[in-house]
């Protein structure tokens, strides 16, 4: 069996993980633009100088060798012919395939604005050529601005830091990481980046960018007609998904990206997709579970996807670690919302109906974090629990048998 892997991130490395639980023989053949495996989530910490390239590196340094694995790097991929089932790089190579995993990831998403793509100085923030960019002009500027306030913004932000620079946030939502937190939670991060120096703008967008004489962003304009000093603007106000190469192919695609089942197959028989490729829930654990999920499934397993974890997101921003679990806020008055928090700074919140946990967040001291997780994961009927929920440990459901072996009973 000949498998061929695009994309050496999460969902394709882990691709390579899933076909060789189960095929320790068969050819993987790994194609990607990339020429070193890193971690995006960590970008940051290459800017801020707490690691180096190989400590971004997420897979022990023989996994090439030890998965015998085929690495075609510095390559990407142009087209896909399904019917001669070959994948066309962009020097023209045609490379076969038996089974084929499309892992490509996303882009940075430039918004519909004047200059935006034109103008010097413009970068976004999902590679490491673009975290090389940044730092290096970082050194030369005065005046930053990041566009976007989601968890790529607030990496950026904190990467940027250290740099002793005029920093800006610019953000539509009416809150730092609106998805992931209320307004109470954000509030935390708000308040501690502004003691950090950074100016934040909410509720409003960029509108404009004026350039100097080199054609280079000198400032920006927001929606309400403030005008903010720019020299280096970073976009992180989205990604797309890199299924440009897809166009024109067999495979089943959407407006965010390539249309996968359960198992991680898309309409063509034969190849499979995983993470950021097709456009839901863009986190590095979802990319994981997919790409095992998929690369299982395609030397012969039968797996399914668990969606709970799409919707968990967990970060610690400045020292002050957080945890959150589906919506953040209640969408009617038929939900039930429980809160807790103290003196210390510690805020737990959770979001419930008819027994079910439809949300959460805890911030500060996360040990309740893993009784929460559980408490969703076996979908446990809360409204029979006769105590409150931040009292519920797991000798309340979780019992031992003869054996020794946990099992849990409602």
């Known amino acids: 069996m000949r498998y061929v892997v695009l994309g050496s991130s999460a969902a394709g490395i882990n691709g390579i993980r899933g076909i060789r639980k189960i095929d320790k023989k068969g050819q993987i053949i790994l194609i990607s633009k990339d020429e070193v495996v890193y971690s995006r989530c960590i970008l940051h910490h290459y800017m801020e100088g707490i690691r180096d390239l190989k400590r971004l590196c997420f897979v022990e340094e023989d996994f090439m060798e030890k998965n015998n694995v085929e690495w075609i790097g510095g390559k990407n991929a142009t087209g896909l012919d399904c019917q001669a ?229 967990t970060m610690n921003f400045l020292g002050i670690p957080t945890m959150s679990l589906g919506i953040n806020t209640p969408e009617d008055d038929s939900y039930t919302v429980e809160i807790e928090e103290d003196d210390k700074g510690n805020y737990k919140k959770i979001i419930h109906k008819d027994g079910r946990i439809y949300g959460a967040l805890i911030q500060g001291n996360l040990q309740y974090a893993g009784i929460l997780t559980q408490l969703v994961r076996r979908q446990i009927d809360v409204s029979k629990v006769k105590k409150p929920l931040f009292e519920i440990d797991y000798s309340d459901f979780f019992n031992i048998k003869d054996n020794g072996a946990f099992y849990y009973e409602d």
């Not at 970082?138 to 930053?144: Q, W």
């Not at 998805?179 to 950074?198: N, P």
């Not at 976009?235 to 407006?255: H, K, P, W, Y």
């Not at 991680?264 to 986190?283: K, Q």
Request: hydrophobic fraction near 40%; charge should be negative.
């Open 85 to 313: 089932q070959e994948v066309i790089l962009e020097d023209g190579q045609r490379v076969a395939y038996d089974k084929l995993l499309i892992a490509t990831g996303s882009h940075s998403f430039f918004p519909p604005i004047p200059k935006l793509r034109e103008a010097g100085g413009v970068i976004g923030f999902r590679n490491f050529d673009d975290i090389e960019y940044i730092m290096e002009e970082a050194k030369k500027v005065e005046h930053i601005v990041v566009m976007g306030g989601g968890l790529v913004g607030i990496d950026c932000i904190t990467g940027l830091l250290e740099y002793g620079k005029d920093l800006s946030i610019v953000e539509m939502q009416d809150r730092m990481l609106a998805i992931q937190l209320d307004k109470r939670a954000a509030s935390t991060y708000e308040e501690a980046f502004k003691k950090h120096g950074v100016k934040q703008y909410f509720s409003v967008g960029v509108s404009e960018l004026k350039t100097d004489e080199n054609n280079r962003v000198s400032s920006v304009v927001l929606g309400n007609g403030e005008e903010i000093p720019c020299e280096l603007l970073i976009v992180t106000a989205g990604v797309r998904s890199n299924i440009e190469f897809l166009q024109g192919s067999d495979v089943e695609l959407d407006m965010r990206g390539v249309l996968i089942d359960e198992a991680g197959r898309t309409n063509v028989e034969a190849i499979y997709a995983a993470g950021d490729v097709t456009g839901r829930n863009p986190i590095w654990p979802v990319a994981v579970k997919e790409g095992l999920v998929a690369g299982a499934n395609m030397a012969g397993g039968d797996t399914r996807m668990d969606d709970f974890f799409a919707s968990k997101s």
